[in-house]
């Protein structure tokens, strides 16, 4: 990719970005006292649209928050020697289907509660992400402004499917608190190639789980308008 042409995505981020902000619909789930107490009043299926809709505009970002620290910080030499070096993602132990086979046989309590799982595992490492990308000299203000917004896009996406398992399955009211904190660990001070790489990697699985969430919505969704045609 040439310069120029990495310029123009740039300049079209740039106009695109503000309203990219402002179509996201947000769920309204927590009122001032911290209760969710507005979703319940919506449909569940207009909930889970809203969902689904915040799942697509989260993935979406970290797709560019992805190519666009790519670009900026790590040398195409650099993005092969992820995989080989040994880097894996901090959702892997976590007992999420991979293959399609699997995903197809998993009842809609267990895709949701994957798509939680997921969610909650990720808020902690993007907070810290955001304070690791604030140590960058040269990291654009577009890329620091994409992160923090995911972030919070995040823990409203956590406050919707909260409230959907409890509309679709009759379930108590489940915790927000991450149950996953020891999967993300901190480094004091890694050394910058040693950061770099890390953060590389975040971003780089987060991408990946953030399609996943949206696959499982998406399922979901087909599940409850055409059962036996989800593909």
């Given at each position: 990719?040439?310069?120029?042409?990495?310029?123009?995505?740039?300049?079209?981020?740039?106009?695109?970005?503000?309203?990219?902000?402002?179509?996201?619909?947000?769920?309204?789930?927590k009122e001032e006292?911290?209760?969710?107490?507005?979703c319940p009043?919506?449909?569940?299926?207009?909930?889970?649209?809203?969902?689904?809709?915040?799942?697509?505009?989260?993935?979406?970002?970290?797709e560019e928050s992805c190519s666009l620290f790519e670009e900026m910080f790590v040398p195409f030499p650099l993005r092969l020697q992820r995989n080989q070096a040994g880097y894996t993602c901090i959702t892997k132990a976590l007992p999420i289907p991979s293959s399609k086979s699997e995903i197809q046989q998993i009842s809609d309590k267990w895709l949701l509660h994957s798509v939680l799982m997921l969610?909650?595992?990720?808020?902690?490492?993007?907070?810290?992400?955001?304070?690791?990308?604030?140590?960058?000299?040269d990291a654009p203000d577009m890329l620091l402004n994409k992160t923090k917004w995911v972030s919070e896009k995040l823990i409203s996406?956590?406050?919707?499917?909260?409230?959907?398992i409890k509309k679709m399955l009759d379930e108590g009211m489940l915790t927000t608190t991450n149950s996953e904190q020891g999967l993300?660990?901190?480094d004091v001070q890694p050394e910058m190639l040693e950061s770099v790489m890390r953060d590389y990697?975040?971003?780089?699985?987060?991408?990946?789980?953030?399609?996943?969430?949206?696959?499982?919505?998406?399922?979901?969704?087909?599940?409850?308008?055409?059962?036996?045609?989800?593909?």
């Amino acid at each position: 990719m040439n310069m120029m042409t990495v310029m123009q995505q740039g300049i079209w981020a740039v106009l695109l970005w503000p309203y990219l902000l402002t179509v996201s619909i947000p769920l309204d789930c927590k009122e001032e006292q911290g209760s969710l107490s507005r979703c319940p009043s919506i449909s569940q299926e207009k909930l889970l649209d809203r969902v689904i809709q915040h799942a697509e505009l989260i993935y979406r970002v970290s797709e560019e928050s992805c190519s666009l620290f790519e670009e900026m910080f790590v040398p195409f030499p650099l993005r092969l020697q992820r995989n080989q070096a040994g880097y894996t993602c901090i959702t892997k132990a976590l007992p999420i289907p991979s293959s399609k086979s699997e995903i197809q046989q998993i009842s809609d309590k267990w895709l949701l509660h994957s798509v939680l799982m997921l969610v909650q595992s990720w808020i902690e490492p993007l907070v810290y992400l955001q304070t690791t990308l604030d140590r960058y000299d040269d990291a654009p203000d577009m890329l620091l402004n994409k992160t923090k917004w995911v972030s919070e896009k995040l823990i409203s996406l956590e406050q919707g499917v909260v409230v959907l398992i409890k509309k679709m399955l009759d379930e108590g009211m489940l915790t927000t608190t991450n149950s996953e904190q020891g999967l993300f660990q901190y480094d004091v001070q890694p050394e910058m190639l040693e950061s770099v790489m890390r953060d590389y990697t975040l971003l780089s699985c987060f991408k990946k789980d953030a399609h996943k969430m949206e696959t499982f919505l998406k399922l979901l969704k087909c599940r409850q308008t055409d059962k036996y045609n989800c593909a």
